[in-house]
């Protein structure tokens, strides 16, 4: 069954896990928690970019390095059209 509304935009694809008590396949893990259907470390580490740790609650607490460096660019953007005053 498609659960989509009409003119959603669609996904990519879907989240491996359990979902309302129905387990769904897919290419994408989901990086919280540790339940049936969550990511293995190694999975982790690779969807998350992050190579310096095992510690599957370090993993899903942090922030994945390509989100920090695109927040870090768009700040930086943004001070600096702006004229900061140092």
């Not at 659960?3 to 008590?21: I, M």
């Not at 919280?32 to 310096?52: H, R």
């Not at 599957?56 to 005053?85: C, D, F, K, N, S």
Request: hydrophobic share 35%.
């Amino acid at each position: 069954m498609d659960r989509r509304a009409a003119g959603a935009c669609p996904h990519r694809g879907r989240v491996r896990g359990w979902r309302h008590g129905e387990y769904f396949d897919g290419p994408y893990v989901a990086a919280y928690g540790n339940g049936g259907g969550k990511p293995s470390i190694p999975e982790l580490q690779q969807a998350m970019g992050i190579t310096w740790t095992d510690v599957r609650e370090e993993l899903t607490e942090a922030i994945p390095p390509a989100y920090a460096e695109w927040i870090g660019r768009a700040y930086i953007a943004a001070t600096t059209t702006m004229g900061v005053a140092a």
